[in-house]
């Protein structure tokens, strides 16, 4: 049939004709088949696959994603993708990579990289390749944590809930009456069942794939990239602030012999942090409030209601608008403030105000404007703070981050099995007498975690120390004094616990982390430790800006010291922010 056919067209001129066009028409089909594989198909990424190609929104980072095991411990579980962006050293000889976290959990590394690259390569040193990168469960890595259904969901299930207004203290004036204990117990009920249905909501929709989110895993990812990027042999490196002190932490302690260069600054207790439930830390992490808030009181008196309108008169007792913002708190506590034009109406409740105080103390660079939108708020006028407290819900980025913030304690954590709301509040009590009388149940609002006895999983791995590791390079600790959230206390633990491995910088100074309220000093200290000369343990740094500046006064800076603290302050607007 065969030979018949080709005979017949072999003698038959326009068939022959005909199928040489047919053939071309078959080749022009194959050839574009063949370029679509190409240029479309994907192969599954293997392990260690990674690419790089131009940022969306930075001309001067390269964006892109590493492919790294989804579980280091079981190859069956398939793979996790790690979101990238780079900046590259512009001086030789190149140093390596440094690794980078801006805080959180919840912050993203490739979001950090891209708002701060040039900073960042100023006050790290110009010969390092620096990388940030989406830890698991946050930004672009993937699998990312998507428990809500959608962000609207999101933000409609906390509007207007205890987990957005934070736990509102009757009075703290009246701490031991057994009526403030009723109105806490109160709260937590509502609490408990909050995260109750957020666990539910996680196990429905998330399941297992929440159990490599936790920071062991985040570490082994690391070395896995530095590996990757740097050489199997070459030294791992690490600058983190805020929770990135805690990876920094698991770094050293988890992989001793690959560690090179690691700064950690604005210290969460490791211990803590791996070994407390989350309701107990308050005590621990809010031993420097107190003496940040008398600070701006302090400042505040000093600079006089031109500057800072919260005062009266100038230098007038601080001891006053102490007195005047606990009887705001103590008014809204009673009736909570109508806001109706904001990023959209609401109310504010005393719980919030003081949890947006705290927030406003970590950061003294906007002191100025937070004792504005405090004034405002006490005068009748909360827009502004409100607005501070509920993000716009129709930013691009809104509920973005769903719950990655606990998909990472939780897993980091021993359980809260804690069974009644009396337990939170009798502890909640505690704090208030130990920790902090007038913020020791506000932290929740900046920091939401809690209620992991409902997260539905385990971790691959939880690290829990010890912590004592020894270092061929010291790691480099910086804490602040007047640190509301990462007091120097831990600070001062972490240096304690490796004597010979470790060097304590102190900057003498307010807001949480260094680079909230840069201290020349510290940044050249630290620019220095990344091109091997060690600061001596236990210097102490000035900081030389005033809190309530009319106007920031950089003249008496040369202009080198002048360009390295406006890249420090660049790099600060990011770190740390909202945890
Ligand atoms: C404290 O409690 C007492 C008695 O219950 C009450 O009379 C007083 O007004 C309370 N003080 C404040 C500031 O709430
Ligand atoms: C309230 O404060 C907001 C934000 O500061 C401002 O835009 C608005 O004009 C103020 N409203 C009134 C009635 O003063
Ligand atoms: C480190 O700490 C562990 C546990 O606390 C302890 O057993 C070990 O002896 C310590 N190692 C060093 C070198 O101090
Ligand atoms: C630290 O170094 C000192 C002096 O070399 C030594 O006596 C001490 O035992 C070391 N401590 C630790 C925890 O390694
Ligand atoms: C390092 O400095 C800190 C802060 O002054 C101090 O507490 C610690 O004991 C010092 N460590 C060593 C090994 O001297």
């Given at each position: 049939?065969?030979?018949?056919?080709?005979?017949h067209?072999?003698?038959?001129?326009?068939?022959?004709?005909?199928?040489?066009?047919?053939?071309?028409?078959?080749?022009?089909?194959?050839?574009?088949?063949?370029?679509?594989?190409?240029?479309?198909?994907?192969p599954?990424?293997?392990?260690?696959?990674?690419?790089?190609?131009?940022?969306?929104?930075?001309?001067?980072?390269?964006?892109?994603?590493?492919?790294?095991?989804?579980?280091y411990?079981?190859?069956?579980?398939?793979?996790?993708?790690?979101?990238?962006?780079?900046?590259?050293?512009?001086?030789?000889p190149r140093?390596?990579?440094?690794?980078l976290?801006?805080?959180?959990?919840g912050?993203?590394?490739?979001?950090?990289?891209?708002?701060?690259?040039?900073?960042?390569?100023?006050?790290?040193?110009?010969d390092?390749?620096l990388?940030?990168?989406?830890?698991?469960?946050i930004?672009?890595?993937?699998?990312?944590?998507?428990?809500?259904?959608?962000?609207?969901e999101?933000?409609?299930?906390?509007a207007?809930?205890?987990?957005?207004?934070?736990?509102?203290?009757?009075?703290?004036?009246?701490?031991?009456?057994?009526?403030?204990?009723?109105?806490?117990?109160?709260?937590?009920r509502?609490?408990?069942?909050?995260?109750?249905?957020?666990?539910?909501?996680?196990?429905?929709?998330?399941?297992?794939e929440?159990?490599?989110?936790?920071?062991?895993?985040?570490?082994?990812?690391?070395?896995f990239?530095?590996?990757?990027?740097?050489?199997?042999?070459?030294?791992?490196?690490?600058?983190?602030?805020?929770?990135?002190?805690?990876?920094?932490?698991?770094?050293?302690?988890?992989?001793?012999n690959?560690?090179?260069?690691?700064?950690?600054?604005?210290?969460l207790?490791?211990?803590?942090?791996?070994?407390?439930?989350?309701?107990?830390?308050?005590?621990?992490?809010?031993?420097?409030?107190e003496?940040?808030y008398?600070?701006?009181?302090?400042?505040?008196?000093?600079?006089?209601?031109?500057?800072?309108?919260?005062?009266?008169?100038?230098?007038?007792?601080?001891?006053?608008i102490?007195?005047?913002?606990?009887?705001?708190?103590?008014?809204?506590?009673i009736?909570?403030?109508?806001i109706?034009?904001?990023?959209?109406?609401?109310?504010?409740?005393?719980g919030?105000?003081?949890?947006?105080?705290l927030?406003?103390?970590?950061?003294?660079?906007?002191?100025?404007?937070?004792?504005?939108?405090?004034?405002?708020a006490?005068?009748g006028?909360?827009?502004?703070?409100?607005?501070?407290?509920?993000p716009?819900?129709?930013?691009?980025?809104?509920?973005?981050?769903?719950?990655s913030?606990?998909?990472?304690?939780?897993?980091?954590?021993?359980?809260?099995?804690?069974?009644?709301a009396?337990?939170?509040a009798?502890?909640?009590?505690?704090?208030?007498?130990?920790?902090s009388?007038?913020?020791?149940?506000?932290?929740?609002?900046s920091?939401?975690?809690?209620?992991?006895?409902?997260?539905?999983?385990?971790?691959?791995?939880?690290?829990?120390?010890?912590?004592?590791?020894?270092?061929?390079?010291?790691?480099?600790i910086?804490?602040?004094?007047?640190?509301?959230i990462?007091?120097?206390?831990?600070?001062?633990r972490?240096?304690?616990?490796?004597?010979?491995?470790?060097?304590?910088?102190?900057?003498?100074?307010?807001?949480?982390?260094?680079?909230?309220?840069?201290?020349?000093?510290?940044?050249?200290?630290?620019?220095?430790?990344?091109?091997?000369?060690?600061?001596?343990?236990g210097?102490?740094?000035?900081?030389?800006a005033?809190?309530?500046?009319?106007?920031?006064?950089?003249?008496?800076?040369?202009?080198?010291?002048?360009?390295?603290?406006?890249?420090a302050q660049?790099?600060g607007?990011?770190?740390g922010?909202?945890?």
């Amino acid at each position: 049939m065969k030979e018949h056919q080709l005979q017949h067209l072999h003698h038959d001129q326009p068939g022959r004709k005909a199928l040489r066009s047919r053939i071309t028409l078959l080749w022009g089909i194959l050839a574009l088949a063949v370029w679509t594989i190409v240029c479309f198909y994907r192969p599954n990424p293997k392990v260690g696959d990674f690419h790089w190609g131009p940022c969306d929104s930075s001309p001067v980072a390269a964006c892109g994603s590493i492919t790294v095991p989804k579980d280091y411990f079981n190859k069956d579980a398939g793979v996790a993708t790690i979101a990238l962006a780079r900046y590259k050293a512009t001086k030789c000889p190149r140093k390596g990579t440094v690794f980078l976290n801006p805080g959180g959990p919840g912050g993203s590394g490739v979001e950090f990289l891209i708002a701060a690259a040039g900073s960042l390569a100023k006050i790290i040193g110009d010969d390092w390749d620096l990388i940030g990168f989406d830890p698991r469960g946050i930004g672009k890595t993937l699998p990312a944590v998507r428990c809500f259904p959608d962000p609207i969901e999101e933000r409609l299930f906390f509007a207007n809930t205890v987990l957005e207004h934070g736990i509102t203290v009757p009075s703290v004036a009246n701490i031991t009456s057994e009526n403030m204990r009723h109105e806490l117990v109160l709260q937590y009920r509502q609490f408990l069942a909050m995260v109750q249905a957020q666990g539910q909501l996680c196990a429905k929709n998330m399941g297992e794939e929440l159990r490599y989110m936790g920071t062991a895993t985040v570490v082994r990812d690391i070395d896995f990239m530095s590996k990757v990027f740097d050489g199997k042999d070459s030294p791992l490196n690490f600058w983190g602030a805020s929770y990135g002190s805690a990876i920094g932490a698991y770094l050293v302690n988890m992989f001793p012999n690959r560690v090179g260069h690691v700064l950690i600054d604005g210290i969460l207790d490791p211990v803590m942090w791996s070994s407390e439930p989350s309701y107990y830390w308050a005590t621990n992490v809010l031993t420097s409030m107190e003496k940040t808030y008398e600070m701006f009181l302090k400042d505040c008196a000093q600079a006089g209601p031109k500057t800072c309108p919260l005062a009266e008169s100038l230098n007038e007792p601080w001891q006053n608008i102490e007195r005047r913002l606990e009887a705001f708190f103590d008014e809204l506590a009673i009736s909570p403030l109508p806001i109706p034009f904001a990023s959209r109406p609401g109310f504010l409740t005393s719980g919030a105000a003081r949890g947006l105080m705290l927030i406003n103390l970590a950061s003294p660079r906007s002191w100025p404007q937070g004792a504005i939108d405090f004034a405002q708020a006490m005068n009748g006028n909360g827009t502004a703070l409100f607005n501070a407290l509920v993000p716009d819900y129709r930013a691009s980025n809104a509920g973005a981050n769903d719950l990655s913030r606990l998909a990472v304690s939780c897993l980091d954590n021993v359980r809260d099995d804690y069974p009644t709301a009396e337990e939170p509040a009798d502890v909640g009590l505690k704090m208030l007498h130990e920790g902090s009388i007038h913020f020791g149940l506000s932290l929740g609002v900046s920091e939401p975690d809690g209620g992991c006895q409902y997260w539905p999983v385990h971790g691959a791995e939880r690290f829990a120390g010890p912590w004592n590791a020894t270092l061929r390079t010291p790691m480099l600790i910086i804490s602040n004094t007047h640190d509301p959230i990462t007091p120097i206390s831990s600070g001062v633990r972490v240096n304690s616990l490796m004597p010979n491995s470790s060097i304590l910088v102190i900057q003498d100074g307010p807001g949480h982390c260094s680079l909230a309220m840069p201290s020349l000093c510290t940044v050249k200290l630290a620019l220095e430790y990344f091109a091997d000369e060690m600061p001596t343990n236990g210097t102490i740094c000035p900081v030389e800006a005033p809190t309530f500046p009319a106007e920031e006064d950089l003249k008496m800076f040369s202009a080198s010291d002048r360009d390295l603290l406006q890249a420090a302050q660049e790099v600060g607007k990011y770190v740390g922010r909202r945890l």
